[in-house]
């Protein structure tokens, strides 16, 4: 079953939202001459790191969406600023974490994977 981001949480804050690429490069040293670089995979994953605000009733919305993709690692459509409707997974290496901000505030970080 495709699974979508919750209409009820907002999307990740645009000025907070960071993305990175995975290293596609090796390198290696031959005994002479200079190093020979070359691409590692035929596709990179792309990394987003983000952040939303939200009050404690939508932290229950998050963490029950979250527990239906199988505690993260199934994929769903999330709609990019930039590049609109993707692919994503939330990241295998870190879990969502909750910090309360202030009043009835709680701001939660996590990291998405776009495959290849």
Known sequence: MPFSWPVTLPSPLQSN???TRQN???????????????????????Y????IKITKDLLDDFWTFYDQLSSGT?????????????Q??????????ETHSKGKLWTISFKLEQLP
């Open 17 to 19: 939202l960071t993305g």
């Open 24 to 46: 596609n490069k090796i390198v290696s040293q031959p005994e002479i001459g200079r190093p020979r670089r070359r691409k590692r995979f035929s596709g990179q994953v792309k």
């Open 48 to 51: 987003y790191d983000c952040v």
């Open 74 to 86: 199934d994929s769903f459509t999330w709609t990019h600023p930039i590049y609109g409707s993707i």
């Open 88 to 97: 994503v997974q939330f990241s295998g290496e870190e879990e969502p974490t």
